[in-house]
């Protein structure tokens, strides 16, 4: 019955060091689960969430990345109701259930962690791309972003504390400012409607497309006049500021976006003059309001 005992123990024995010779038996996973994501992957963890965002490019080979990063782990721990945290590694795919989650693990890290993979260079390079026009893969990189996704704060190197913590604060202020919206309501004389159309479709659109992705307004619409205005007006501009200070300085800011894309004046059909265009419209512009919260 030993010897019986013996064998079974030897082969058992046997069988384990032909498994683990073959990579058969999986190494267990230390730390929380990293996901492995591809360029696209890298563009999808990133699209706003209506919260701000914090993302952290890193290696476990990266001594400053190993540095910052229990300042990041202290970061997250006071701002996560108010922040979105995410972890990006940029070890090699190996490490993916060994060395990185293990490192985690020390930190005491609970963000959201990923591992980037892509196919070849040119992956790589539009990967980057997507995070920086700036950046080419050096680490340590951390990037803030507003609730619309434009990037407040970006470091490439470490990070100072008490410069990303500042930068995080104003983000959620940010975040929290009341909305200041103005409404115009346009009215076209005398059945002027295509050329006062191209107008705000050419110009008025143009600029406010151009603010919104410099950070000068928060968003925008224009409406067609809806059956029950009964032809008091024709087109309703809507202009939302996020916050009192983008709503105070909205003139200043749309000075270098008018000079950029109209430097000889706005684009006008059938050479008409502004001033000949000025008396074909009628504006009535609302009351600015803060929106409640």
Not at 82 to 105: G, N
Not at 118 to 135: F, L
Not at 147 to 164: A, D, K
Request: proline share 6%; with cysteine; net charge positive.
């Amino acid at each position: 019955m030993r010897s019986n005992r013996f064998l079974l123990i030897l082969a058992l024995f046997a069988f384990a060091a032909g498994a683990l010779a073959q990579g058969n038996i999986p190494v267990k996973r230390v730390g929380p689960k990293v996901l492995k994501i591809d360029a696209a992957g890298l563009r999808k963890i990133m699209r706003p969430t209506n919260r701000p965002m914090v993302i952290n490019f890193w290696a476990t080979w990266c001594d400053p990345c190993r540095d910052e990063f229990p300042e990041l782990v202290k970061l997250h721990q006071k701002y996560r109701a108010d922040v979105d945290f995410i972890t990006v590694s940029l070890d090699y795919l190996s490490e993916i259930d060994r060395d990185v989650p293990k490192f985690l693990a020390e930190m005491h890290s609970e963000m959201p962690a990923y591992l980037l993979k892509t196919k070849d260079e040119a992956e790589d390079n539009e990967a980057y791309r997507s995070v920086s026009d700036k950046w080419a893969g050096n680490l340590p990189l951390t990037i803030l972003k507003d609730v619309r996704g434009f990037t407040l704060y970006e470091r490439n190197g470490r990070f100072r504390t008490e410069t990303l913590e500042a930068e995080i604060k104003k983000a959620i202020d940010l975040a929290q400012a009341p909305i200041y919206t103005v409404i115009e309501f346009v009215k076209f004389k005398n059945g002027n409607t295509k050329q006062a159309e191209y107008f705000y479709e050419n110009n008025w659109k143009l600029y406010r497309d151009e603010a919104k992705k410099r950070n000068v307004i928060a968003s925008f619409d224009m409406l067609p006049a809806d059956p029950e205005a009964e032809g008091k007006f024709d087109l309703m501009l809507i202009t939302r500021y996020r916050g009192k200070a983008q709503f105070d300085n909205s003139e200043k800011g749309f000075e270098p976006i008018l000079k950029a894309l109209r430097p000889n004046g706005p684009a006008l059909l059938d050479a008409v003059r502004p001033d000949e265009f000025r008396e074909t419209v009628f504006v009535y512009r609302g009351r600015e309001l803060p929106s409640v919260k």
